[in-house]
């Protein structure tokens, strides 16, 4: 098989090439202050992340729909020598927050290392290719760079998801890296500095306990932002909306009908039963225990819209996303089942100009 890249289009871009043109205006644009190695000012990092409309008339998609005063400090963090935690629960844009600011400060959203249970300590340092070590023992040609080394060496910007997820030691593995800016190599007598611009942006959940805790070591050299679930129904409408379009343009999915009431509809009920109380304020619900998260809605009116262009009558309708939003909330059979039908009878079903959902959700539960 060969190793050139083919003209086939990719299912997902990354930021900096699906934004390129954006990050070009902006650039051009930008004649404020920036600091060392980064390719726009921390100014213009916060209007790619949050929108705006250039003076030459090129539109800034937003990224990120949230306070702006968020966006300011984990930007301001990554300009100074303490590297930057998102903190949240599942389904408030960590990763697609920390995608974009890799992409606007450092032209390279790549350099990523996902954290799991089995991450070892060589995806936080390095490694080595062992066929040449053997052959010539240990050299700068057999060592095998980390992404945060390629990030120190280039003066990037690394990322590591799901950082609470990564045994203890692995974590601990990244101390030196924030605090001296330097990851030894003993192998090699030697050591890697960091150039300027590099930092480190990590992403952690604080809603699943079975993860490691951060020391408090580690912690202490992290700057903490922790990202809000969307505060109202129609910023979160929005959001959904925003990506939902942007999934069903890469999957090459039509526009269809019906589009703007069924996402209104999946991120009420999402949002009725994450909070406990309809939106009204006026009925306490009980919550499953899912997390019911944006990105879950986002999953459901997608796979909503492949089934009414494949399978439908070209009109997104509530028998499309029915088993989608069922199959969100009722995670174990026995508590959320419950949930869900006292939802469904004591909320839904005297809901004016929902009767349509309310049956087709009815329908699909059985």
Do not use: C
Not at 49 to 56: I, S
């Amino acid at each position: 098989m060969s190793d050139e890249k083919t003209s086939a289009p990719v299912l997902r871009a990354h930021a900096e090439e699906a934004f390129a043109g954006e990050l070009a205006a902006l650039a051009a644009r930008d004649d404020r202050p920036r600091p060392p190695g980064w390719r726009l000012s921390p100014w213009a990092v916060a209007d790619y992340l949050l929108g705006a409309r250039l003076p030459d008339g090129t539109v800034v998609t937003p990224k990120y729909v949230g306070p702006r005063r968020i966006v300011e400090v984990a930007v301001s963090t990554l300009a100074t020598d303490r590297a930057l935690l998102l903190l949240g629960v599942p389904g408030t844009a960590k990763t697609w927050v920390s995608e974009h600011l890799a992409a606007a400060i450092s032209g390279d959203s790549t350099l990523l290392v996902q954290g799991t249970a089995g991450t070892a300590e060589e995806a936080v340092r390095y490694g080595w290719n062992y066929a040449q070590l053997l052959a010539n023992g240990p050299s700068r040609a057999a060592l095998v760079p980390s992404p945060v080394l390629r990030a120190m060496a280039d003066g990037k910007i690394a990322r590591v998801e799901e950082l609470t997820r990564m045994p203890a030691d692995v974590q601990d593995s990244l101390i030196t890296v924030l605090s001296e800016k330097t990851l030894p190599i003993p192998e090699l007598s030697g050591e890697t500095q960091a150039v300027r611009g590099f930092n480190l942006i990590a992403t952690a959940n604080d809603r699943d306990r079975g993860v490691q805790e951060i020391s408090s070591a580690l912690r202490r050299r992290f700057n903490t932002v922790v990202l809000p679930l969307p505060a109202t129904l129609d910023d979160e409408v929005e959001i959904v909306s925003r990506r939902v379009g942007q999934l069903g343009r890469a999957l090459e999915l039509p526009e269809l009908p019906g589009g703007a009431q069924e996402i209104r509809r999946v991120v009420t009920v999402f949002r009725e039963l994450r909070d406990g109380l309809t939106i009204d304020g006026r009925t306490k619900v009980r919550t499953p225990t899912g997390t019911l998260s944006t990105a879950e809605a986002i999953s459901v009116v997608t796979n909503g819209l492949a089934l009414a262009a494949h399978f439908g009558d070209g009109v997104l309708r509530p028998a499309d996303v029915a088993t989608g939003v069922l199959g969100a909330v009722v995670r174990d059979r026995t508590t959320d089942q419950a949930v869900w039908r006292e939802y469904l009878e004591g909320v839904l079903r005297d809901r004016d100009g929902w009767q349509d959902f309310y049956r087709a959700a009815r329908e699909m539960s059985g």
